[in-house]
């Protein structure tokens, strides 16, 4: 088995911030910590120059990013409608610490962000994110369109349900209260928003994406 590669974590919002050496230290300084901003990294060096510049110009980037898709496959799909918001969540574990959030497509203005929450999964944060992104549209009489890089949370809003196998347990209590309450509105609500699988194999990563691959 190949020994993992080892990262620097950068946190620019926590209990402490600045640059660590390992998942554990960094995880002490953004558990329960409302809006922490962190990111991984390969070397010192690069965890280091991210410390000194802003949270948004590392997260959610698609620097370099390179399609191995056709021309006509490209030319198929066309361009992503910008009149929309992008919706994410980031699971580091499964389950393990969990967070989600909604941005402007184009700009990747920060419209909403939930977590950190102790413990979640992808999957459940991607359904919270989907359901956040839906609420917000109707308050504000929107008709922006929905994206997603998610099958699994858009097939989970429109059967109404979190099909998760995470047990329910203190620790996750503060998410499941969550689910509980977006089952709620997606079974008490009405809602003209399109949702829309976002095309990563031709645009590079969703703009609400954490950035933490």
Avoid at 180 to 189: E, F, I, P, Q, Y
Avoid at 195 to 204: F, H, M, N, Y
Wanted: charged fraction near 25%.
């Amino acid at each position: 088995m190949s020994k993992s590669k080892k990262k620097y974590y950068t946190v620019w919002q926590g209990h402490k911030t600045g640059v660590f050496e390992s998942w554990n230290v960094c995880k002490k300084q953004i558990k329960d910590y409302q809006g922490a901003q962190y990111k991984s990294f390969p070397t010192l060096e690069a965890a280091k120059a991210a410390f000194k510049g802003n949270y948004f110009d590392y997260v959610g980037k698609n620097n370099g990013f390179k399609t191995e898709l056709s021309s006509e496959e490209l030319k198929k799909i066309g361009q992503p409608n910008f009149n929309s918001i992008a919706v994410d969540a980031a699971s580091s574990g499964n389950p393990g610490i969990m967070e989600y959030r909604g941005v402007d497509t184009k700009t990747k203005k920060q419209l909403f962000i939930q977590g950190p929450f102790e413990e979640g999964t992808n999957n459940i944060g991607e359904f919270l994110a989907l359901v956040h992104g839906l609420a917000l549209l109707k308050k504000n009489n929107s008709n922006r369109i929905l994206y997603t890089d998610s099958r699994t949370a858009m097939s989970w809003v429109r059967k109404k349900n979190c099909n998760t196998k995470l047990e329910r347990n203190a620790k996750n209590k503060p998410v499941f209260d969550l689910v509980d309450r977006a089952v709620d509105w997606l079974k008490n609500n009405s809602y003209n928003t399109v949702i829309v699988k976002w095309e990563t194999k031709a645009w590079g990563e969703i703009p609400a994406d954490f950035g933490r691959k």
